[in-house]
């Protein structure tokens, strides 16, 4: 049995977008990617910025409310029912709920061959970063930096701090079964 | 029982997306929007120009490969299971095929509550939209604006010549069950 | 002498941008595009959101402070400059204070050949078309269609209400002398 | 006397754009951004891929024509006049021509106070971090990393292989006057 899912948990400005992006190009099979930005791309702009849906404050806290969570649930069923029909898939999820965020995806990906990776990046440095991309919301990184990895079980960990992403998606990619 | 999930079929530069916002705007539940545009940004870099994945020639023809079809069919199911799952989704696609790309959605919807829809647009006014758009092939859109429906049944066609999306949407949204 | 400059004034998703791209598609000589949305672009993210940049509000409103005009100034005059220098360029820009906003621009392109072109489009179908976009601030359309054409003086008016954009480029295209 | 224009010079994916983000971030007068990259984007789509404008190979080669060269020569008149109108301003570019792309550069911009910098990023990396980002062909960072920068004269330069935008910025804005 081989690899079927990579699940990619890490903040924001993490890099997780040029890890997944150097592993479509550097994995010989083709990977399709299954990011939480392109999900919530996928949301009715009302859902975008309301209670009910998910919320970016100024300070870069992130808020989602129960239609949000509800159509997430589908989502994550629906990333699981593409690999059940033959697609391999690498997630880019952001685990704001920590280890209530990984239960629902270990549920939904049951039975599949998983690799779990935690996408690390100094605090410092990731806030750097977002000033460097200039579209976040100024606070998101840092804030993300470390509670997003709190009591998450990963397969492997990799650091962007001091790496490129392609080295760490090459440390990933050596990993597959 | 209520309609579950909303096909649109139309050529490039017909106005799909427009009519996709403008629906998730007026329909008072929140709809996800799942786009062929999207499942092709979800692939690597490598099978969006080359014969195995999918390929824009400079006259505005579009060639797919195995590859492609092989994780566009499970693009589809993960649509599927979104659905059974509980979301309610608008897909946006392109039936290169006619009722060749139609079968397979209807297999992989089988069971539920579909609206297919019909977006039509003049030859000659799509091709001046995909000017002004600027951000595609110059001949696409003439090349898909007949060809895309040929054979393919809907329950509701609309046009986009004389009409805006707004319009458009809110027939189709008076057609929901 | 030939016309040297184009500039188009018109309110939020009247269809100026797609005006520009059919006029540099259908014009046998090269045209730069100078946009307004461009010069915002290139300014500092923290003046893109303060009272002494530009605001857009969630109404619709927008509100631009003295730094901002300042730079605005400046952006005029390198416009301007650039035509001295020899380029063809198509102004897009906004009027929001109708007379107020096209004095400085005939001071700037004092001298040189110009045409100005107001881009009407009916409040009800800008808003719509506003909607359909789903990356604007929802009113903006409805507050600017009048608003920044009174009092405005042009060569020439095009209406993108019940046109396309190519049409109306090629209404542009035939008044250049 | 103080610092009026900061032109910067590096390969593609060398990180020029992050720290000209990173720039207007910390510094505390407004400084506008002037990229190629934007002077491209505002060419007729035409000349975006022809011999008489600009043509990006498949290789990473880049070639321009003649009416490129004669519409970037008038985007550097306008960008003088931009500053000597008041707005201090950032320049984002690819000295292709080494010397031969700072020469007019250095004519355009006589009697300004301006700080040349050089951005290098180390070959590989450079490539890892096309590779990351996705959307550039690639080659272009290698090919470029070295050939910028021969023959260019700089008042400083900065090194990103190891650095973050950010703190390259903060070594340039030490040496504003």
Redesign the interface.
């Known amino acids: 049995m081989t690899t079927q899912v990579i699940v990619l948990n890490g903040g924001s400005s993490s890099?997780k977008s040029?890890?997944v992006?150097?592993l479509?190009?550097e994995?010989p099979d083709?990977?399709?990617?299954?990011?939480i930005d392109?999900f919530v791309?996928?949301?009715?702009?009302?859902?975008r910025a309301s209670d009910?849906?998910i919320e970016f404050a100024e300070d870069g806290g992130v808020a989602v409310g129960p239609?949000f969570r509800?159509?997430e649930?589908?989502?994550r069923?629906?990333?699981?029912?593409?690999?059940?029909?033959?697609?391999r898939v690498i997630v880019d999820d952001v685990f704001l709920g920590g280890p209530a965020s990984q239960e629902p995806w270990r549920k939904a990906l049951a039975g599949l061959d998983v690799l779990w990776v935690g996408v690390r990046c100094g605090s410092t440095?990731a806030e750097?970063?977002e000033?460097?991309?200039?579209d976040r919301p100024k606070g998101m990184a840092a804030a993300q930096a470390e509670m997003v990895h709190r009591g998450v079980a990963y397969d492997l960990e990799v650091d962007t701090t001091?790496a490129?992403?392609?080295?760490c998606a090459r440390t990933i990619a050596a990993r597959l079964t």
């Open positions: 890099g040029g890890i992006r150097c479509q190009s994995l083709p990977w399709l990617a299954a990011a392109a791309d996928s949301l009715p702009a009302s859902l009910a849906g239609e509800k159509l649930a589908a989502w069923e629906g990333v699981a029912a593409m690999v059940r029909a033959g697609a440095v750097a970063r000033v460097a991309r200039g001091n490129e992403s392609l080295d």
